[in-house]
């Protein structure tokens, strides 16, 4: 993780409120993730808990699943949840405590050890996303996202594209991101676009801008190991910030 994080380009003097991070294996995304956390590594102190959306790829399910236990296990030590916010969650219509739907998933666990090196063992609301709409989503959201609450949604980009084809649509996902155009973010262009798209929403309705910080895919990170190009899968790194903070572009 540390190496990771160390290896991501700076971006100075952006001080993000939402993350989107990848979450394939190690191998491939873990580059790409490093550019996304290293945005708040060393940034704790601002945060007292993290929301953390991801797919459901394994069980189908209408709405948002938090988990019934109270902490995830993890190389680095147990991760609380954080039981006040999952209370408040559970008043909301579209959201159960069910713990099916994270037994074998993947696209939040992976995230964790990331978020253990960047903030410390700040407590964590996992959600795991089935169909929702993005207004739902954002509903969600709304409920604890508070000015101490940093939000991560957990996304790969497009899947078994040949390189140069997947480097066009996974640059046109980005320019809809960073734009919050919601309806071009598909889920054959996004395998976290329900949780994606409901960001968006939130960001616009709190006013905030979306910033690429890195965008490769398979064929860059695993190239001359496990990955040909023929057939690769896109990641992203994302940050979300007030737009009131001075302009890098």
Do not use: K, N
Request: with cysteine; hydrophobic share 45%; aromatic share 6%.
């Amino acid at each position: 993780m540390r190496d990771f994080l160390e290896a991501a380009p700076p971006v100075p003097d952006f001080a993000p409120v939402a993350l989107v991070a990848p979450h394939a294996g190690y191998v491939y995304s873990g580059p790409v993730a490093g550019s996304a956390y290293a945005l708040v590594r060393g940034t704790a102190a601002t945060f007292r808990r993290v929301v953390l959306l991801g797919p459901s790829h394994y069980v189908p399910f209408r709405g948002l699943a938090l988990p019934e236990c109270e902490a995830f296990s993890t190389p680095l030590g147990e991760h609380a949840v954080d039981a006040g916010g999952a209370r408040e969650l559970s008043a909301h219509p579209a959201v159960r405590r069910w713990a099916r739907p994270h037994g074998d998933e993947h696209s939040l666990e992976v995230q964790i050890p990331f978020l253990r090196v960047a903030l410390g063992a700040l407590p964590i609301l996992p959600l795991v996303t089935g169909d929702a709409r993005p207004e739902e989503v954002a509903d969600v959201l709304d409920l604890v996202w508070t000015a101490d609450t940093l939000v991560v949604v957990s996304s790969d980009l497009s899947h078994y594209l040949p390189y140069q084809e997947a480097r066009r649509v996974d640059a046109d996902t980005a320019a809809a991101v960073e734009s919050l155009d919601i309806d071009a973010v598909a889920p054959h262009r996004a395998c976290g676009a329900v949780a994606l798209r409901g960001l968006m929403v939130a960001a616009r309705r709190r006013g905030l801008e979306a910033r690429c910080v890195d965008l490769r895919s398979s064929g860059d990170t695993a190239s001359g190991r496990h990955g040909p190009r023929g057939r690769v899968v896109g990641y992203g790194a994302f940050g979300f910030r007030e737009r009131e903070t001075a302009d890098l572009h």
